[in-house]
């Protein structure tokens, strides 16, 4: 281990801190820990008159994204840098709920001062009321300002050009707008309905069909408590005494068929070191890569979201997954692991084409991947395709991450190169060079 | 969007009345309308403008997190715009004596707009009419140019922060030209002065005999005087001549020397391209003084909010959903920098000030604390001092001059500074300090304030453009310079150099081994690496930026 591995590790181990999601907006307040609001944040109508925007319709929207796409694709052709970003939000919702709001974002570059330069001073505010100097009259957490989101505007006031959609018109855009290749064999197709009805689910008192059987159980039932029957050897059924409730009918019920044709795995690491920029680019990109299966799928995908440090576990819904705090240390194995748990546990290969995406900054304690290779080894004995991004830091520019070192050297990639793809990019990567990882990850 | 009922424009004529009565002064037109969330929705990207040009980037979120007041010198959610007949914006279901509230702010900002001497260049016509022109115009051009023209309209906003508002404010606020004649003053000022660099007490004797001659014979004085200074300095006449031929150069700001100066705009089919750059420049400079005097205009609207609400007869039992609401808007928060609560205060100040002599040199120079407290001439000068205040200062000044310590120490303010406490994990807010120095320091940080970006033409070589930022303490935005000079490229038509300051961080220095479980510093890092600054120089050409080192 060298020293700077050492350092990286106790970096990690000192920084403590915790997963938690992030408190709702809401109970922020107003606090005095609460960052102050700027001098040219107040305006009349908001603070007069409560009035702000509002949010456009969704299918008006979805045909001007089209729309400005295609400028930015002519802004390629007259030979101008494209200048529109699909930013991308997930919505919080229950789990199955949530949706991806596609926020189509641009920048109006100028010639300004850096107003987030300011040397080596903490930034000082307005303040009035009692105190001493030197007297502290707040606190605000360390991690709240860090909270990973989308490339959308993401300052809590909900932009006024969102466009609610759902992911399967971004990945239209995606594979439309930003040439991402179609899946050309898209595996074994299975015919299946999402959902099959049936007369399933039990009810007592009412329902569309008698069950019979059941019924004649209830009633035994019902009279063996009344001691209606004296000699269970010789039951008279014109005895019966018959309650309302004792009547089972079948009602029609929704039965879902688990039969799905993609299952997406997606881990991410949430160590301590992923800090800034580099989860905001895993996520982001884990995002894209949801919307992509989802078009070329036909909405039929399953997903699973794993998260981890040292050890992994797994997240019930994307909201967690995108807003889960980064702490803790890193074991990538520990992912892998679990994922081949969770497959062979529930005999997943039988029904799916699985894919498995892992984003992380390529630090690893387990420096040789003496324990990642093997579970690696596992994974594409079965999945279609694992993909591996790496986010590398700014400071680590130019030598290879732990991850990206070990991954090579087992010669992997060469050898099954159609089931695992690479892409390492830097933490400060913009929204093509993404996309170009995408391409990288999930071209055939 | 339609006009607000004939029940409440009544209220707002009362308004008016009252408002008049007590010394605003205003235009008499005003037009009101009600909006609903559908027409914000298209209002706001369009800085409240209804007939501002289209323009695509208006249909998309712009992200602003770096510099956001700095891109756009004008708040999206302003409730009246600065134009003739001025207009103003409603909610629809706002309660009578709300209405009142809003029309005396509305009210105090049109006299605002129309007497601050920053809004100097937007009395003389109405910017919604002149907008609407504009919008047709460039409408038209979009029909035979097709996506060209938003292509200089980006172009041009790119650097549409950098127009010269003040030298266009000085341009009009000229002191009126001497009595003497053209010949004279270019004698004194421009002959004697650069050309013969003449020493002060010979400058003054020429002086002295010019006065001589005039006295000698009033209207053939002039005339003997330069018969004289001919004789003395054949080269003279010829000198004048060569003056009235040479067009004045004013100071031009980077987009006046674009649109005079660029061989591309100036070619036979980009011609269509300047009047475009125009309105982009036009715009912009509507826009400057807003946000220059934001802390002093919404003061003065909610100083006079205030006075006139309370004095209104007509919204008696209403005080304490006023009070209420007033409190809202003009509290002063406990961390944070509230522009109508601070400069709401600062005009009460004024006042006070003016109102006990305060404002003058005698008060000035006591130094006994026990004697200032006490000092009180009843001079009741606060009402003129705060109407002088109003026509002459913007958002700088007024700090500079007023929040002093006998401000602070009144309204209790301080500077709140942040610590990072470890132990923690949080970040602590602080009182830093109460002092007025720092105060005022900190609001100065907060003022919207461009960089100075100028043409050098002395160092353009081979038609390209030299730009010089004059550093200030900031770095310019780094990701933004690119597709920036992109577009001068673009509307200039040959290379542009732009010389700026950035700060050079040296290697790091490598730090003692963490120890286990010693908490890692934050800043740590950063104070191990020695920072410093140097001038880079960044072209453009071809679409290539280059950036060197100088």
Known sequence: MSPAQEVNIRRELAAGGSHDLPEPLAAAGNSAGAQGRDLYSYHDLDVLQHLTAMQGSASASIRSIDELLERDRRREQDGFPRKINVGRLIKPGKRGKEKVVIVPTTVEEKLLHDTSFRGEEEPSQGGSGEGEAGEVIGEQPVHEEQQPGGTGPGQGEGGSHEMESNAYDLGRILTEKFKLPNLKDKGKRRSLTRYTYDLTDRHRGFGQLLDKKATLRKILETNLHLGNIPDVGRIDPSRFLVAPDDKVYRVLSPEKDYESQALVFFLRDYSGSMEGPSTVLVVSQHVMIYSWLVYQYAMQVETRFILHDTEAKEVPDFYTYYNSKVAGGTQVSSAYQLVNDIVERENLTRDYNIYIFHGTDGDDWDHEGSQSIPQLKKMLSYSNRVGITIAQHAHEEGQRTEVEKYIRRSGLLEDRPKLLRMDVLREDSDEPRLIEGIKTLIAE | ?550
Request: with cysteine.
């Open chain 2, 1 to 550: 969007m339609e006009l607000i009922s004939q029940h409440t424009k009544r209220i707002m004529e009362g308004c008016k009345q009252r408002a008049l009565d007590a010394g605003l002064r205003f235009d008499r037109e005003t037009l009101e309308y009600l909006v609903t969330n559908r027409d914000l929705l298209e209002l706001t990207p369009k800085l409240m403008i209804p007939t501002l040009y289209d323009y695509w980037v208006h249909d998309v979120e712009v992200l602003k997190e770096r510099g956001r007041y700095e891109l756009y010198p004008s708040n999206p959610y302003e409730t009246v715009i600065n134009t003739r007949p001025a207009i103003s914006y409603y909610n629809d279901n706002n309660p009578d004596w709300m209405n009142v509230m809003i029309f005396y702010h509305v009210l105090a900002h049109i006299d605002f707009f129309q007497h601050n001497l920053y809004f100097r260049h937007t009395w003389d016509y109405d910017f919604t009419g002149q907008a609407l022109s504009d919008k047709r115009m460039i409408a038209q051009l979009r029909s035979e140019k097709g996506r060209w023209v938003d292509y200089v309209i980006e172009f041009a906003r790119g650097i549409d922060n950098l127009v010269g508002f003040h030298a266009e404010l000085g341009r009009l606020n000229r002191t009126p030209a001497t009595s003497g004649s053209r010949m004279l003053d270019y004698y004194f000022d421009h002959f004697l002065q650069s050309v013969r660099a003449l020493r002060p007490n010979k400058y003054i004797k020429e002086i002295e005999r010019y006065n001589a001659c005039l006295r000698e014979s009033p209207e053939m004085g002039e005339q003997a005087f330069f018969a004289e200074v001919l004789r003395k300095y054949p080269e003279f006449d010829s000198n004048y001549k060569k003056s009235l031929d040479a067009k004045p150069v004013g100071r031009q700001d980077l987009m006046q020397f674009i649109l005079t100066q660029s061989e591309f705009l100036n070619k036979e089919r980009n011609r269509w391209m300047k009047p475009v750059v125009e309105v982009v420049r036009k715009t912009s400079l509507f826009f400057q003084p807003q946000i220059r005097t934001k802390i002093m205009n919404e003061g003065w609207a909610s100083y006079w909010h205030e006075r006139l609400f309370l004095q209104d007869d007509r919204i008696r039992g209403h005080e304490v959903d006023f009070a209420r609401t007033h409190a809202g808007v003009t509290a002063m928060p406990r961390v944070g920098l509230n522009p109508y609560a601070l400069g709401m205060r600062l005009f009460q100040y004024i006042a006070d000030l003016g109102d006990a002599g305060r404002y003058a040199m005698d008060f000035r120079k006591l130094t006994d604390s026990r004697q200032r407290e006490h000092y009180d001439r009843h001079t009741g000068g606060g009402r003129e001092l705060l109407f002088k205040v109003r026509e002459n200062l913007n958002d700088f000044l007024f700090i500079n001059a007023f929040v002093d310590q006998d401000f602070v120490t009144r309204f209790r303010l301080f500077v709140a500074g942040r610590r990072l406490n470890q132990a923690k994990g949080v970040w602590e807010i602080y009182v830093k300090s109460r002092s007025a120095e720092s105060y005022r320091a900190m609001l100065r940080n907060g003022l919207y304030h461009p960089p100075c970006i100028e043409v050098d033409r002395s160092r353009a070589g081979n038609g390209a453009l030299y730009l010089v930022h004059r550093f200030e303490g900031k770095p310019l935005v780094r990701e933004f310079i690119a597709n920036t000079l992109l577009g001068i490229e673009y509307l200039w038509g040959k290379p542009v150099q732009l010389e700026t300051s950035e700060f050079v961080r040296g290697e790091p220095t490598p730090g003692p081994a963490a120890l286990p479980g010693m908490q890692m510093s934050l800043g740590e890092e950063r104070e191990q690496r020695e920072m410093q600054w140097q001038r880079v120089l960044y072209t453009m050409q071809d679409r290539k930026l280059t950036r060197e080192l100088l």
